[in-house]
Structures are given as structure tokens and as C-alpha cells.
């Protein structure tokens, strides 16, 4: 049985009532003792426990310093690609989107990774839109093996793909794969993904399993707050990343909790999760999976990012791009542009527009980031904070 099978037989509805009738007792209960089941994830989303925020967070910190330590785990995520097949309305790449693309060779890949490197980065996320001409398996396992040897921990955020498909790029030396499921509400999600191959809400919810089957030892999932409601998606998160806890039992999971950003397409959210419930749903999440993962990443403000640093947080993204090249201007001589799929011509002022922006590239970016302080300065804040910033924690000798 996979998650799909436990997912279509959550009893939301019940959890759902159970997130709006708890009292502040329920909640105080679950501070002391612990959050064991659904239901109990389901209160501490109450807005009861949102009464009870200051006792909330220091059960989340002092769980997470006893599970992790005072640790927070440094990473950057580096854009391969930002061609895709997929009309997803709330995304920057989708399909239909009139951007400057490019997809980076392997040796401007090799560039980008160095360059993060000579910032301390020893942990790397490669990310890519789904686009099969452009963005092959033999591309990406190409990728993986010209960076292993000096970073030593990859994972990857690309489109799904089956189990034989990615055990290449493990033997390459990837350890972990990202696949947000972005919204868990079937009926929204048929409305957001409306062209490609991620139309198929249940080859997507799946796709950690195959990962997990290919040897990745890291599997991370999350939802994109901004689509449906927060405590429906909160709750299908969560029994996501328990049963990936449970099957998946080798690897060490991850839950981030990112919320909708500006992009092209100006598509605008659905939903709002504020800065409260998300400081709520982090304490949550530590309470009821207290040794998953969770992961902040430079959607979120600067200020913000301070606060929630303590709270929960283990791995935290710093001085990120979210267009391929956006480190050192890899690739900004192949950039095209695309309108409805279509490869255009580019507009005579392209190049000034580079000057003009003061950018590395004028190739598009995912979304827009919120906290743009470089990792020296993120790294410096998480010391003033009492944690110790982590480059790496894993070697490619580990997997020679």
C-alpha cells in the first residue's frame, strides 16, 4: 500500500472539527506529554493553541535542541534549468509564462557550484523545471557526478520520475530528493495544474516512495501555503511525513512550509497563512514528528527568519537565486525567450536590460526571494542566536 491509499482514507472532516472544538486545556495537555496521533496534531493547529503560542514554541525549541542539537544545517539551492513542460498557475517557470530561459551546461554548472562553494556551501539542492528535451536523466546524473567530489551532499528538486529512472543519479551521488505535493486538496490541484506530465496528483504523492526504492537517503515534502486551506494542508502533510517515517525508515525526512511568493504569471494567492499560524504550524510540526527535519528557506523575510530560526527550524537556505546562472551569470550568452511554449526572439534591449538591473542574468527566476543577506551574514545571525551554522555533515567518501 502507498501513501495515496492512506491519504484517500484520512478522516478529515473529523480532524478538522477536532482543530476547531480543542480548548486550551487539550492544548496544555499535549505541551507536557506530547502529540502521538493525527488527532493531536490536529489540536495543536487549534486556534486554542494559537492562544498558547509562548508555551507552544518552548516545547518546540527545547524538543529541537534535544533532537538536533544547536545545530541549523546551511544549504543553497542551484537552478539547472528554467524550461518546463507544466502549466502550474501559481509558478514563475510554468509553461505558458513569456520568460527568458536557459538551461546551464554541465561545466556552467560546475561554475555556479564552485562559486557557491567559495561561500562555504557543502550542501547543494539542484533544481530544475520538467522539461524532457532539455532535462534528461543522463543530464542530470552528469551534473551530480561533475559536483560530488566537492560538494558532498546533493539532492535534487526535479520533475518525478520512476524508480529505475533514479537510481543513476544516486550511483552519480545524489542523497536526497524534494517533491513538494504543493497543495493536497485534489480538487484545487486539478485547477492549478491544468498542462504536463504534473497533472497526475497520485504519480506525484508517490514519487518519495520510488525515491526511497532508488537508495536516496534524504526525502524531503511539503505543501505551498497559499493554495488551499492551511490546516487541511497542515494535517495531510503531516500524515505524509509520518508514513514516509514509518516505509521510508532509512531515510531522514523533511517537512518545509513555504509560503506563495511574487512571480511571473502574477498569479495571486488563494488562501493566507499569517506569521502566526506559521510560527503554530512549525511548533506543531516539531511536537507531533519531533525527528523529522523542517526547513526555512528565503521566501520568508529577514526579521521573520530571526524568529523562527529557534523555534524548530534544522535546515535553513541562505543568499539564494532562483534562476539558473544567478551566482556568477552562467549561461546568460544561450538565454531565449518563450511565449505559450514557443521559443521567440529575443527583444534588442535584452542585454541592457542586464545592466540596467544590476544582475548576473536576465534569465527568469521560480519567484521572487524575501531575505537577501548573503550566507555570512545568515551564518552570523544563527552564532548570535546560540546555534552553531552547519556547511556539511556528510563526505562523498561515505558513498566512493
Request: aromatic share 8%.
Amino acid at each position: 500500500m502507498s501513501f495515496v491509499a492512506e491519504f484517500d482514507a484520512l478522516p478529515t472532516a473529523a480532524l478538522i472539527q477536532r482543530a476547531r472544538s480543542a480548548s486550551g486545556a487539550d492544548v496544555q495537555r499535549l505541551i507536557a506529554g506530547g502529540a502521538a496521533t493525527l488527532s493531536d496534531f490536529a489540536t495543536l493547529l487549534s486556534p486554542a493553541a494559537g492562544e498558547l503560542l509562548e508555551p507552544l514554541c518552548a516545547r518546540s525549541q527545547a524538543l529541537t535542541r534535544q533532537r538536533f542539537g544547536k545545530v541549523i544545517r546551511l544549504f543553497a539551492p542551484l537552478y539547472l534549468s528554467n524550461e518546463c513542460v507544466n502549466n502550474c498557475a501559481y509558478c514563475g517557470f510554468s509553461r505558458d509564462n513569456a520568460i527568458f530561459r536557459v538551461t546551464l551546461s554541465v561545466e556552467e554548472v560546475r561554475r555556479e557550484a564552485q562559486a557557491l562553494a567559495a561561500q562555504g556551501f557543502r550542501n547543494i539542492l539542484l533544481v530544475a523545471g520538467e522539461h524532457p528535451k532539455f532535462v534528461s536523466n543522463g543530464y542530470l546524473a552528469d551534473c551530480v557526478r561533475a559536483l560530488h567530489e566537492t560538494i558532498p551532499s546533493l539532492s535534487l528538486e526535479i520533475g518525478p520520475m520512476e524508480t529505475a529512472d533514479y537510481r543513476p543519479l544516486v550511483a552519480a551521488g545524489a542523497e536526497g530528493l524534494v517533491v513538494y505535493q504543493e497543495t493536497y486538496d485534489r480538487e484545487i490541484y486539478g485547477r492549478m495544474h491544468t498542462l504536463g506530465p504534473k497533472r497526475d496528483f497520485n504519480w506525484r504523492m508517490e514519487c518519495p516512495e520510488r525515491a526511497y526504492a532508488a537508495g536516496f537517503r534524504r526525502l524531503g515534502i511539503g505543501a505551498l501555503h497559499g493554495l488551499a486551506d492551511w490546516r487541511t494542508e497542515a494535517l495531510a502533510t503531516a500524515a505524509h511525513a509520518a508514513y514516509l517515517s514509518r516505509h521510508c525508515w532509512k531515510a531522514q525526512v523533511t517537512v518545509s512550509l513555504p509560503r506563495l511568493r511574487p512571480c511571473a504569471g502574477d498569479f495571486q494567492p488563494l488562501t493566507h497563512l499569517g506569521d502566526r499560524e506559521l510560527v503554530q504550524l512549525i511548533a506543531a510540526f516539531r511536537l507531533f514528528l519531533p525527528d523529522v527535519g523542517l526547513v526555512l528557506s528565503t521566501r520568508e523575510p529577514a526579521a521573520l527568519r530571526d524568529g523562527l530560526l529557534p523555534l524548530g527550524i534544522t535546515h535553513a537556505s541562505a543568499g539564494s537565486h532562483t534562476e539558473p546562472g544567478g551566482y556568477t551569470g552562467a549561461g546568460k550568452d544561450s538565454i531565449h525567450q518563450t511565449v505559450r511554449g514557443r521559443i521567440v526572439a529575443l527583444a534588442a534591449d535584452s542585454g541592457e536590460r542586464i545592466l540596467a538591473t544590476g544582475r548576473t542574468t536576465n534569465a527568469t527566476g521560480q519567484f521572487e526571494i524575501a531575505d537577501d543577506r548573503s550566507p555570512e551574514e545568515v551564518a552570523a545571525l544563527i552564532r548570535r542566536l546560540g546555534y552553531e551554522p552547519v556547511w556539511k555533515d556528510w563526505d562523498a567518501a561515505l558513498t566512493a
